[in-house]
């Protein structure tokens, strides 16, 4: 025990020298890294940075930094904090995948000054219906901005300005395409994504002269049904076919080897043709980089994730090969970094962002999993409610937005494009947007299409119109035919919907087409040439369906300068009619056909149902008009007749007159109605040529901007609402208002009545001085004497009162002092302001228009 004893105290030294030498290796170990860090410094103090590396300078601030908000030039504690965060978030990717191209995280804004681009989403929803969905969002901005191409591209921009600044300027950087197209579709509901990533070189430069025209419209052949007939058990048989089957197979085996050869040049015409047009390669292919926005599946009830590339406005599966990687996406809420293997593109991904395999998350409390279904979001919720009482640690939100808020007027969305005017070329074709009333005629979208890629020799020329008051929508130029179609909307007088011509001049080839609903006749359609006009009908209470006219030549002496002056000559009249089954079907007629050029007319009945050929009459017309009239003149060699029925009686020679002559009636009804639906065609050429020379436009009554007569009825209303305000505070305001009233209001006054309303004036206004005193005074001598009563109350009970009884006796005198002198002080200053207010009523009536004639 006492050898340990001596050794303890050896132990304890030892162990001091050793703690002390170790602190001092610290010490020198400090002072080194001290010393390494120093000359770091100045190392770093020594490198000069060249100008020609812009990405690098210093950013400076666009414009005058005063006009923008105080969030715009400066960061909150919250927004330094994150950008702490995301610096060292930054860091730790560049060392752990250090073959990755940095992440945009921080880039500066339009003040100079860094911010998380989670913080430069503004979810915002704007009045405008057409907003309201992602079509009319993408729409929006890519007709409202111009593109600044990324430089170099094959890096993320160091810049990324807000939505405000690019609303501004109409332009900039696909990152800020999207991120102006990613607020509007979060505010409209939408669970949008900002994406960063590669695409192919069209995409990232907006070159769509390859892509097909959104506008041309594939013609889809409408396939007739085939109308399943009635099979009947006794029936007529049809003939036999007396081909040989050998030879009709030999036959389809011809035209099927017809057909595929025919095929397989089209196939290889189409080859060729992919081949001559396809572009060269890029060199970029894979590093180009482009930023455009996911759209996911929940909200809104969107069935399926999809692309939307802000720049052209178009929606792709999240499945094309345009996009060809993702690095990151983000929102307001969090960032998000990919860590799927994007090698072959975008086609194998998959968006469950809750997944911390696929998807790196920034921040810890955002990364809830935005593809759950309505039963486990209820689920999440109910164990929400039930974790509630448990503690959990805080976690950090993301700040909210530091742009200000989004705002369109109605003029950037009536105008859309910068300038008024966007072209986009597509593969040969070209498309050219206008805004409304920036052109005369109204014109808002001009296609057109051409026979070459080159897009130098147009083919087709289609305008769309708004606010036309001619109602016209819609015009196609064919340059080859140099026929033009119009289509009209609903509202045009005559109801016309669509008009196919070559000129404007009558009697020429045209095709109308009418809204049937509109018209009383029901005309649909009315097909014209220099020889003929084919009408059809819908839904007549007559059940006419079809009218055909075949005109004559005009002689040569016969050739007018005025088309209405001689009418072209008639040969041929042919109506057709549905069936009325009110009438029997050998009574009601299916075809009747006026031949005026050789005074017959041929009735054709409907077929009965067990027949397979109609009844039909012929009449030939009596050659002298006055004959017409006679029964006698008529003879039965002027009518033939044809009945289904044999057992059926013949029909008499008077029934026969008669038919022949309602048949004769009709026709001249006929002949008025063809007259009719010439002068309509007159007066619809007419009236197009009138409106064509002098277009106008519809305004609505609610834009004062351009209605002139609603802009100056509306300052019109705005002028008389002021004066009969100003009337009326000049009513309230006038002291002779009632004494006029005694007098009848009379609109001028004679002297006499001057000086009497001046005199009643002043001694109503004495009057009230007097009453008002008198007021005063009453109410002062009433205040005195109950403080009198009270003294003499007090000197009586004076020694019987009790402390309280004496502080309440102060405070009532201390009240009635003030109540007192208050009094005093208003009657002095009533005295004093009573003959002040006596002149200044004398002046001002004397001032008065009504009475300064007469008092002066």
């Not at 809750?354 to 935005?370: F, H, I, M, R």
């Not at 009908?537 to 016969?558: A, N, T």
């Not at 549905?578 to 031949?595: G, I, M, P, Q, T």
């Not at 017309?621 to 009518?639: I, L, Y």
Request: proline share 6%.
């Amino acid at each position: 025990m006492e050898v340990l004893l001596e050794v303890e105290p050896e132990l304890e030294e030892a162990e001091l020298l050793q703690e002390v030498d170790e602190e001092e290796e610290e010490e020198e170990e400090e002072d080194e890294g001290l010393r390494e860090l120093r000359e770091l410094e100045e190392t770093l103090s020594r490198v000069r940075i060249a100008p020609s590396a812009p990405h690098l300078l210093v950013q400076k601030a666009e414009g005058d930094q005063s006009e923008w908000p105080v969030s715009f030039r400066q960061n909150s504690t919250r927004e330094k904090l994150l950008l702490a965060m995301a610096d060292n978030f930054r860091c730790q990717y560049a060392h752990l995948y250090p073959d990755r191209k940095p992440l945009l995280l921080c880039p500066v804004n339009e003040c100079g000054v860094q911010k998380f681009v989670s913080t430069t989403l503004r979810p915002t929803l704007l009045p405008y219906p057409e907003l309201y969905h992602w079509q009319g969002c993408a729409s929006f901005v890519s007709d409202f901005l111009s593109l600044e191409p990324l430089d170099p591209p094959v890096d993320p921009p160091h810049k990324l300005r807000s939505p405000t600044w690019v609303l501004r300027t109409q332009r900039g950087t696909c990152f800020e395409f999207s991120t102006l197209l990613c607020s509007l579709l979060l505010g409209a509901g939408y669970n949008a994504y900002c994406v960063s990533g590669y695409a192919v070189k069209q995409m990232c430069l907006l070159n769509q002269s390859r892509q097909e025209c959104p506008l041309l419209k594939p013609q889809v052949k409408e396939e007739l049904e085939e109308q399943k007939q009635d099979v009947r058990k006794y029936s007529v048989k049809p003939p036999r076919d007396l081909q040989s089957s050998f030879e009709h197979r030999q036959e389809e085996k011809r035209q099927e080897d017809t057909r595929i050869a025919l095929l397989s040049k089209q196939q290889e015409a189409q080859r060729l043709q992919e081949e001559r047009e396809r572009p060269p390669l890029d060199p970029l292919l894979g590093l180009r980089v482009h930023c455009w926005v996911l759209v996911l599946s929940g909200n809104r009830e969107v069935p399926e994730n999809f692309f939307i590339d802000p720049l052209a406005g178009h929606s792709y599966p999240t499945t094309s090969e345009k996009f060809l990687g993702i690095e990151s996406i983000w929102n307001h809420q969090n960032y998000w970094v990919n860590m799927q293997d994007c090698r072959f593109g975008c086609a194998e991904m998959t968006y469950d962002l809750a997944d911390p395999v696929k998807w790196e998350y920034l921040l810890c409390g955002s990364n809830q999993s935005t593809l759950l279904i309505p039963d486990m979001k209820k689920q999440q919720e109910a164990e929400k409610e039930e974790d509630e009482e448990t503690e959990e640690p805080k976690v950090f939100e993301m700040p909210p937005s530091w742009v200000s808020k989004i705002h369109i007027s109605q003029e950037d969305m009536e105008s859309r494009c910068p300038g008024g005017t966007k072209l986009i070329q597509y593969r040969a074709a070209t498309v050219e947007k206008i805004a409304p009333y920036l052109l005369k005629d109204g014109l808002v979208t001009r296609l057109t299409t051409y026979d070459d890629l080159e897009c130098t020799q147009p083919n087709t020329v289609r305008e769309w119109y708004k606010h036309r008051h001619d109602h016209l929508d819609e015009r196609e130029l064919k340059k080859a035919t140099n026929v033009t179609v119009e289509h009209f909307r609903p509202g045009r007088s005559y109801a016309l919907k669509c008009h196919r011509y070559v000129t404007l001049v009558p009697e020429t080839e045209r095709q109308m087409d009418f809204y049937s609903h509109a018209r009383a006749d029901g005309l649909a359609s009315r097909v014209e040439t220099p020889s003929e006009i084919t009408e059809t009908f819908i839904d007549r209470p007559d059940f006419l369906h079809y009218r055909h006219v075949v005109y004559g030549k005009r002689e040569l002496g016969e050739m007018p300068n005025n088309p209405e002056q001689v009418q072209r000559p008639i040969q041929k009249v042919v109506e057709r009619f549905h069936r009325d089954r009110s009438k029997a079907a050998s009574e009601d007629v299916a075809e009747r056909e006026f031949l005026l050029s050789e005074d017959r007319i041929q009735v054709t009945y409907h077929k009965e149902e067990d027949r397979i050929i109609p009844a039909w009459r012929n009449f030939i017309k009596p050659h002298d008009a006055g004959d017409s009239q006679n029964a006698n003149a008529f003879t039965p060699q002027m009518a033939s007749i044809f009945q289904v029925d044999p057992f059926k009686k013949p029909c008499k020679n008077l029934f026969l007159y008669k038919t022949l002559m309602a048949l004769m009636k009709e026709e001249e009804n006929v002949l008025m109605r063809i007259k009719d639906s010439e002068k309509e065609v007159r007066a619809i050429l007419a009236a197009r040529q009138q409106e064509e020379s002098a277009v106008e436009l519809q305004i609505s009554i609610y834009n004062t901007a351009r209605n002139e007569k609603a802009r100056c009825h509306r300052e019109a209303l705005e002028c008389l609402a002021e004066d009969e305000l100003l009337r009326k505070e000049e009513k309230e305001l006038d002291v002779l208002a009632p004494f006029l009233a005694r007098l009848g209001d009379p609109e001028s006054l004679t002297q006499q009545e001057a000086l009497q309303l001046r005199t009643d004036c002043l001694a109503e206004l004495k009057q009230r001085l007097i009453d008002r005193a008198n007021l005063i005074q009453a109410r002062f001598e009433e205040e005195t004497q109950e403080l009198q009563q009270k003294q003499q109350w007090y000197q009586k009970n004076q020694l019987a009162m009790t402390k309280d009884d004496e502080d309440e006796y102060l405070a009532y005198c201390s009240n009635a002092m003030f109540r007192i002198n208050i009094l005093k002080l208003r009657l002095s200053r009533h005295k004093d302001k009573a003959p002040q207010k006596y002149l200044a009523l004398d002046e001002k009536l004397r001032r008065d228009p009504r009475l300064a004639h007469h008092l002066w």
